[in-house]
């Protein structure tokens, strides 16, 4: 079976505090993705990466950065967290332009 | 603006019946697949579904592409409280590494 591994379940950061979000896969795919999830607005790209150390804006990459040193790891940073951020983060790898397989999430909440 | 509609977007049903979920849009995927998602997890890869036309069965979950390749629907007979959970729609398109998600369909299914 594929595997997503997310670092944390749960997180709770302060206001301005830099957060790294970690996703390791367990397959050789070039494609990974970070999505925010919000009740009502559902699953919005925030950053993808198609190799090691190319990455690409989604719809909604502001306060947002992201790393991918390795094939199967692929970062999200929060450079000052805020609490707009409190959300879901759900990180993907992709076979081809089809099949999305997730990682269990992470649910951060800023105060 | 979301690509992608569902339809409905809250369906709370008695054990037992029937229900069918729509996912709309004017554009042309590639391909399109059905995932669900329990709370406090990922979203969990269903079917995946490329001509048009074509319908695929899992079960009592029902899934057809439309001819056009523009909107597909997930049907479930008798349905059982298992079945409970918020249903993605997403869909591939030519030129763009990701999926374009719909914004979701919540079902409860009481006992």
């Known amino acids: 079976d594929v595997k997503v591994t997310q670092s944390s379940r749960y997180l709770v950061k302060r206001t301005g505090e830099k957060v790294f979000l970690e996703c390791v896969q367990d397959?050789?795919?070039?494609?990974m993705f970070w999505y925010r999830q919000d009740p009502g607005l559902g699953l919005r790209l925030i950053y993808f990466?198609?190799?090691?150390?190319?990455?690409e804006k989604g719809d909604i990459p502001e306060g947002y950065s992201v790393s991918r040193e390795k094939k199967e790891r692929f970062s999200l940073i929060l450079e000052s967290a805020s609490t707009n951020q409190t959300s879901m983060y759900l990180c993907?790898?992709?076979?081809?332009?089809?099949?999305?397989?997730f990682g269990q999430g992470t649910r951060l909440t800023v105060v | 603006t979301q690509l992608l509609e569902q339809s409905p977007q809250f369906l709370s049903i008695q054990e037992g019946e029937n229900l069918t979920v729509y996912c709309n849009s004017s554009s042309v995927f590639s391909s399109l697949q059905w995932y669900r998602q329990e709370p406090g997890e990922g979203p969990v890869l269903l079917v995946t579904?490329?001509?048009?036309?074509e319908v695929k069965k899992l079960k009592r979950l029902t899934f057809q592409f439309g001819d056009a390749r523009k909107d597909s629907s997930l049907h479930i007979t008798a349905a059982q409280p298992g079945d409970t959970g918020l249903y993605l729609c997403?869909?591939?398109?030519?030129?763009?590494?990701?999926?374009?998600f719909g914004t979701g369909t919540r079902l409860t299914v009481i006992p």
């Open positions: 579904v490329v001509t048009g036309g």
């Open positions: 397959m050789d795919h070039e494609n």
């Open positions: 993907a790898h992709q076979r081809g332009r089809t099949e999305a397989f």
């Open positions: 990466s198609y190799d090691v150390k190319m990455k």
């Open positions: 997403a869909g591939g398109r030519g030129g763009a590494n990701n999926l374009f």
